[in-house]
């Protein structure tokens, strides 16, 4: 008897750390943590200095603010022979997509990288060239401060870990920013279509 009802308190135990730490089991991964975490806070974009790959500086929020465009951002580095690619790949797919629906005015690309000491501006004009950017539409970025670099993956979410073989292990995925500079939703790349579609139809 003691037995089972120490079991059924363990049991209860575990359920009710388990319902904690998920947030009453709506976060079932550290990823849907991050994703229900932003859409929950909307943080702010944080005014740290981004250089693009013109060599032209701005401040990251204020630069939201006055573009008052949808911004969709990703965290890449140039030398990724992996992940990055795919990202890439995906961001060409969806340049394309909102030139196609007219929404170039409305929607703006931004992909930053997380390796400053690498990834200059003459280097990503060259990465940008090869994606086949089109600049009004997708813009590449480096930090002008690498002591900065933390409190902007914190806020966007991102988890960077050196690979020890030159490379960097990371998480990926689409952050959408509101004109206001406000983070306000994490999605999968094949989210974006039906989100761009809602864009175009309340045009």
Avoid at 59 to 75: C, Q, S, T
Avoid at 109 to 114: D, E, M, T, W
Avoid at 183 to 195: A, E, I, P, Y
Wanted: with cysteine.
């Amino acid at each position: 008897m003691r037995t089972a009802a120490a079991s059924a308190i363990f049991l209860v135990l575990g359920i009710w750390a388990t319902w904690a730490i998920t947030g009453g089991f709506e976060l079932l991964t550290t990823e849907q943590a991050r994703r229900l975490d932003t859409s929950r806070k909307q943080p702010a974009v944080p005014e740290i200095r981004l250089i693009d790959q013109s060599g032209q500086a701005f401040h990251f929020g204020a630069w939201v603010r006055e573009e008052n465009k949808l911004l969709i951002v990703d965290f890449i580095y140039t030398n990724c022979q992996s992940l990055c690619r795919a990202l890439g790949s995906e961001f060409q797919q969806l340049q394309q997509r909102i030139v196609e629906r007219g929404l170039h005015s409305r929607v703006h690309l931004l992909s930053v990288s997380f390796d400053p000491a690498h990834d200059n501006p003459a280097v990503l004009q060259q990465y940008a060239g090869h994606m086949q950017a089109m600049p009004d539409v997708w813009t590449f970025a480096t930090l002008g401060d690498v002591r900065e670099l933390d409190a902007l993956l914190q806020t966007f979410g991102v988890t960077v870990i050196p690979d020890r073989m030159g490379g960097f292990q990371h998480n990926a995925a689409l952050v959408w920013v509101a004109p206001s500079g406000k983070l306000v939703r994490v999605t999968d790349f094949d989210s974006s279509d039906s989100l761009l579609d809602e864009l175009a139809g309340s045009n």
